[in-house]
Every structure is written in C-alpha cells, then in structure tokens.
C-alpha cells in the first residue's frame, strides 16, 4: 500500500517491534490492549482508544486484523464514521468450537457485533478458508457478496527458501508455535515421546516463546521438563525460522481447534518441508493427506506418531512430499498472490470493481489506492491503519 502511495498508519500494542515499523516510513500509534484478558474495564479503555484515533486521523480505509481488533475497530469505526473498512477474520478460532455456556454467550456477542458493525455496504470481509466463509454466511453474518476468500498471510519466498533434507540417522521434527494447549504441543510431545519409548530416532524441537497472558499457555516449568528424556527440545523464540526448517526433517502441527492458514506451516512447506498436522479447517488448506504431507485427528498423538514413523526411514519420501510442498505454496500461497489479491479487495471497496475477490491468483488492482481517498473531497492524501 505505501508503494502505491498510499499512506500508512499502523496501530497495534507495541512492545519489541516500533523501530522496525518506523523505520519502513509507516505512522506508528501504540495502542494499550492484550491480546486476551482486558476485562471489561480494558476492553472499554480499548474501544475508546481505538475511537479517538480515528477521530484524530481520519483514515479514509481501517484495515483491521485477527477476531478482537475486527470487533473492537469495526464498533470504533462506527462510531467515528470511517468511511471505509477491510475486515480479515483469520481464523474463527478456538471460541467457535467450545461448547461450554460461556463460551456460547461470548460467541454470540462477537457475532452480533460483527454482524451490525462489520457487514456494512462500506466494509469488506477477509477469510482465509473456505468453512469460516461458509459458516460465516450460514450464520448470516455477512452477505456472500461481501467476502473475499483470500488464502492467508502469504509467504515470503525469498526469505523462505528450499532447503535439503538434511539426512542423518536422527529424524528432526519442528513446531513452530507460541506454547499454548489448544496448539496440540501436548500432543505432539506425547507423539515424540511414544516414539522414543519404540526405539524410533525422533526428536522434536519446539520453537516459540510461552504466552503469560494467555490462561492456555504451557509454562516454562512444564516446557523444561519436557526436555529431560531427550525426546523433545524447546527453543524459545527464534527470529531466523528458516534456519529452524534447515536443520528439521518434517513440520508437526497437531492444533486442537480451527485454524485460519497457519503461516507456520506456509513457511515450512516453502522450505520444502512436508507437513503432519491435523484434519481442520486451515491445515486442510495447506495440506493435501498423501502429497504434501499427512492429515491425522484430533488430539490423537497415537495416530500422529504413526504418521511421523511412516516417515523416519524413509528419505525418497520425504523429498517428494517436500518438493510437492513447496510447489503447493509457490502455486496458491506466495505473499505476491495474497498482497495481489488484498489490494483487489481494497479495489473493489472502493467501487471501481464489482463482484469479489475470491482467490484469483496473479489479479492486478483495477484501481490505484489513492483512489480510495479521492471519494473523499475533504482529504488530499489517502490514509489507511
């Protein structure tokens, strides 16, 4: 969006990462919210926040990301009358799985927010998988017309390269997640562990930082003590993953409940790695069971560990379902085909296409961005956030 002139504000909680957006020449506005946790007195402060913002700036396009900022800024939006919104729902989560009443109460709130905050004639929809769209209409949350399918957050492939099975005689597994339950990390050191105790050269690195904020989080109690029998290691927070994928064989990711795309995994196929995961909306997307990779249940780490043996001893295998898991990515989820389709959707908002911007791969913008803002006669530069 800045390369096409376009002026950029980002807004989010700012903790390690300021100089770096600075320093790309995007307007930076801390905001004071958690990911989780705020309360209701947080969530107030948050929604106020977020409202005097846009009041200040007068955006003429709000691009919000992820479930909370899409509930929060589109109610903010609202109230400010932003002209124009882009809504990217990544992933329906965890929430619209659980069965528990709280969670139902919590569900439905979101979704009546959604639904009169986020689904206007000037706003547009974002979802990465086909089953959030699908559920997303069934629900009549938004009208068909107003959703683009976009296969998630892209990969950058320069960054990501292939890389050589590494060989050896002990077989590498990587996940690459923050070390929370409803990821499936249990799961998959179970997995490791029942290997181990059948003689299989397996190990797994786990790579990524605990989450103190999130009541789901394993702590670095348990982590550590995973460690002590030798099947499993964990990393802590890695900035050069691709050099995580270098040194694995395979990605496991047993996730306990709906995904958006997991960008771990579009990253570790375009490093040419083959991907076990679980049979859900999101990896299924990625992963296609006997190609690139296999799809195993649920909280299964039996089945899951069946399906990493299958690989141990087996390099020609694992090269093939490499090599076809970068292909799959280079084909449908490279960041050009994903930032090329989200500037369409930006076209289309702003009125110069009709229709959606479903997953065209190779699309160009109909429009320049700018344009966005020239609706807008009061205004001489085009702002998104």
């Known amino acids: 969006m800045r390369d096409a002139g376009v002026e950029v504000l980002v807004a989010c909680r700012v903790r390690d990462h300021g100089d770096r957006i600075l320093d790309e020449g995007f307007k930076l506005r801390p905001l004071r919210w958690r990911r989780r946790g705020d309360g209701l007195f947080g969530s107030l402060r948050a929604l106020v926040d977020i409202f005097r913002l846009y009041r200040t700036e007068r955006p003429d396009v709000v691009h919000h990301v992820a479930l909370k900022p899409v509930v929060f800024g589109s109610i903010a939006a609202f109230a400010a009358r932003t002209p124009k919104q882009v809504n990217l729902i990544a992933g329906l989560g ?33 979802v990465q998988n086909q089953e959030d769209r699908s559920e997303l209409i069934e629900r009549r949350v938004f009208r068909p017309s107003r959703i683009d399918l976009i296969p998630g957050s892209g990969v950058d492939l320069r960054q990501f390269p292939p890389h050589p099975d590494p060989g050896g005689d002990l077989i590498v597994g990587a996940m690459v997640c923050r070390m929370l339950r409803y990821k499936g990390v249990g799961v998959a050191v179970a997995a490791a562990r029942r290997l181990q105790r059948a003689g299989v050269p397996f190990k797994l690195l786990l790579v990524g930082p605990i ?22 290691e964990w990393l802590g927070f890695v900035s050069d993953v691709s050099a995580v994928w270098a040194r694995s064989h395979l990605c496991v990711f047993p996730s306990l409940y709906r995904e958006g795309i997991p960008k771990a995994l579009l990253e570790a196929a375009a490093s040419a790695r083959l991907i076990v995961t679980t049979d859900i909306p999101g990896c299924r997307d990625v992963v296609i069971g006997g190609t690139n990779g296999y799809l195993v249940p649920q909280n299964d780490p039996v089945r899951l560990a069946d399906a990493i043996a299958a690989l141990v001893a087996d390099r020609s295998l694992r090269e093939a379902m490499g090599n076809a898991a970068r292909d799959r990515v280079v084909s449908s989820f490279s960041e050009e085909i994903v930032v090329s389709e989200t500037l369409n959707t930006y076209s289309v908002l702003c009125g110069a296409r009709g229709g959606s911007a479903t997953h065209h791969p190779g699309i160009s913008p109909a429009v320049s961005l700018p344009e966005c803002a020239g609706q807008k006669p009061s205004r001489e530069k085009g702002a998104a956030s």
């Open 211 to 232: 989450d103190p904020e999130n009541p789901s989080s394993h702590t670095r109690e348990e982590l550590e003590a995973w460690q002590a029998d030798g099947a499993v």
């Open 94 to 126: 965890f929430l619209f799985v659980d069965p528990t009443p709280p969670a139902f109460l919590q569900r439905a709130a979101i979704l009546w927010c959604m639904r009169w905050f986020a689904g206007g004639r000037n706003s547009r929809i974002i």
